[in-house]
């Protein structure tokens, strides 16, 4: 095996962990907290709750929550120009993925200056960034522990994945109670987000066994947890969509992604699309087209959302890719492209875009934008 890297924060995991992020700031030298929140994730009391925990610990803070899914370039630099304004220090980041990216975005202008454009693609990073400490508040996106920034380009259309080691979080606290707020779509989205991370981690040409164990774990918890955390909102079963989150956040940062985030940040650039719910559309043609390249591979997943193996490895794959459109209907959310895009005539638009997205570069069948074309035909 060639020599790899894997690479993820400190990582404080449990029920009530969320008192604990004054002290990690404080570790992290903060004087002047930067907050990055939103406001749904304010609407639930978790921001005051924050608050509460660092005032405990008598830190300061400034608050921004000009964020909203798919975050905009421009929030990022009003972001960055507010922290080099007040003179803030330590990043802090309470959301899902896009107050987490944001942050990022955040935290990468004040410390390298310039346009978060300057820095789309992989390893463009040049200076260290301000400490920063996450606390996811989905179970799904996993920026708080991943290498990955993504930031919608308004003047192009496009969400621009922005990788480096630099962009890990130094701590992530991730503190199973907050999801207990959730509303039932976004645990669904978050979920299968979670899901396509890990399938897509495990397949890629970079895989490792590092990466594989974390993606095959993810797999088969959110499997098992998933529906019963949705109809029950079982506390437990949360947690284990949690747990799952983590691993697939630290497969995916270290294995990169595929075809599907490809297209996923095609649409949610021009559509602007929540970005889980994009997943049930795309996943099981994604992995028809990916086959042909990892057979062995497709087979074991299948094994995972099957409970067991089939005749053959083939039949084994195939069955399992079934069952995965069976699951992911079972949530009666939209599993038709034509839900997402009305106009048809858009496809070979979303197909070029995607082309070019770096996510491509893991992925384990070569992809032209004829491919993607056919791939969203048949989802459509």
Not at 66 to 78: G, K, L
Not at 116 to 143: C, K, Q, V, W
């Amino acid at each position: 095996m060639d020599v790899r890297k894997f690479s993820i924060p400190e990582i404080i995991f449990g029920r009530g962990g969320l008192r604990y992020a004054g002290l990690c700031a404080r570790r992290l030298g903060a004087e002047k907290v930067f907050l990055v929140s939103d406001p749904g994730v304010e609407k639930a009391g978790w921001v005051e709750r924050l608050m509460s925990v660092l005032a405990g610990e008598k830190l300061n803070w400034v608050y921004f929550c000009n964020v909203v899914s798919n975050p905009r370039d421009y929030q990022v630099e009003a972001g960055a120009d507010l922290y080099k304004l007040q003179g803030a220090d330590v990043v802090i980041a309470l959301g899902g993925g896009s107050p987490m990216d944001a942050a990022k975005g955040i935290a990468l202008l004040a410390s390298n200056g310039g346009l978060i454009t300057d820095y789309e693609g992989a390893n463009r990073i040049h200076r260290p960034l301000p400490p920063m400490l996450f606390i996811p508040t989905t179970a799904g996106s996993g920026s708080d522990v991943s290498q990955f920034c993504i930031i919608t380009d308004m003047k192009r259309r496009v969400k621009m994945s922005i990788i480096s080691r630099t962009l890990v979080p130094n701590i992530s606290i991730i503190d199973p109670l907050i999801l207990e707020t959730k509303t039932e779509n976004l645990i669904i989205a978050s979920a299968v987000d979670a899901l396509c991370h890990a399938i897509e981690s495990y397949i890629s040409k970079i895989a490792s066994p590092f990466t594989e164990s974390q993606s095959l774990k993810a797999i088969d918890l959110i499997v098992k947890n998933l529906k019963p955390a949705v109809e029950n909102r079982s506390l437990e079963n949360l947690e284990q969509l949690s747990i799952a989150s983590t691993a697939a956040g630290m497969a995916f940062s270290n294995a990169s992604l595929g075809m599907a985030h490809a297209l996923a940040h095609s649409l949610g650039g021009i559509f602007d699309t929540l970005h889980g719910m994009v997943h049930p559309v795309l996943l099981p043609s994604v992995m028809r087209y990916n086959y042909r390249s990892c057979p062995e591979k497709t087979a074991v997943i299948g094994r995972i959302l099957l409970g067991g193996r089939r005749r053959s490895e083939k039949s084994t794959a195939m069955a399992g890719i079934v069952r995965l459109e069976e699951f992911l209907h079972s949530f009666n959310v939209s599993v038709r492209l034509r839900d997402i895009v009305q106009n048809r005539e858009m496809l070979p638009v979303l197909s070029r875009i995607a082309e070019n997205d770096v996510c491509l570069l893991t992925n384990p069948r070569p992809v032209t934008w004829e491919d993607f074309l056919n791939v969203c035909r048949e989802a459509w």
